[in-house]
């Protein structure tokens, strides 16, 4: 079987009301579909590649090969995990956890995005405390970070929820203008301590491999 040889297709992250894993061709044609139909306010940028600045079609496409180049490129040292969120069975959007070198730097990043009618359910909260679960408790991760515009309030208090403390300020350019990103940094300690969602983990050990975990 195919998840023999790639055991990341039987990874299972699980809240209350989420299930975390990779899709199937099918539901990534509809995670795609998604994502077209507009993951937030036109108006504003929340993401550093403007990505969404495209036409319909392009946005799908492009959900579409950035899924597949991740996997294609994986490797032990350097990876990135896009993880399609469904709820009640239905994609919602997406949420990704990357490290580089981690048996070293004990350190994974987050980023993520929601399907524009899935705003506003508290959705965003649960799928990144999935991920680090996934992170602190499966991978024995010291710390996880995540970066957001500051007009990005939605995931910025995600990260005030789930503990994060500032970690800094950076000077960017987005569609042309001044955008600042806002840092954030989470120990292992604050996420103990704001540990508030049930996650469950199907089928992570023989994927301690291709995370390149830290060995005890």
């Known amino acids: 079987m195919l998840v023999d040889h790639f055991p990341l297709l039987g990874l299972r992250l699980r809240t209350p009301r989420l299930e975390l894993r ?3 061709p099918e539901e990534l044609a509809t995670l795609a579909e998604l ?3 507009g993951v937030h306010d036109p108006d504003v940028m929340p993401f550093l590649v403007p990505w969404t600045d495209r036409p319909p079609a392009e946005i799908a496409r492009s959900v579409v090969q950035h899924h597949w180049a991740q996997l294609a490129k994986w490797e032990p040292g350097a990876w990135s995990l896009n993880l399609a ?3 009640a069975g239905v994609p919602v959007g997406s949420q990704s956890i990357e490290a580089n070198d981690l048996a070293i730097t004990r350190e994974v990043s987050t980023g993520s995005w ?3 009618r899935h705003h506003g359910q508290g959705i965003g909260t649960e799928m990144r405390a999935a991920v680090l679960h996934l992170a602190f408790a499966g991978l024995d991760v010291e710390e996880a970070t995540s970066v957001a515009f500051m007009d990005n309030h939605a995931s910025r208090a995600v990260s005030r929820k789930l503990g994060y403390a500032s970690d800094g300020i950076e000077r960017r350019v987005v ?3 001044l955008a600042i990103d806002d840092r954030q940094r989470l120990t292992r300690a604050a996420w103990e301590q704001h540990r508030t969602v049930t996650v469950t983990i199907e089928g992570l050990d023989p994927c301690l491999p291709l995370f390149g975990a ?3």
Do not use: I, K, T
């Open 85 to 87: 969120v469904f709820h």
């Open 35 to 37: 994502a077209a139909a």
């Open 214 to 216: 830290p060995s005890e």
């Open 114 to 116: 929601l399907g524009r």
């Open 175 to 177: 569609r042309g203008a």
């Open 22 to 24: 990779l899709p199937s």
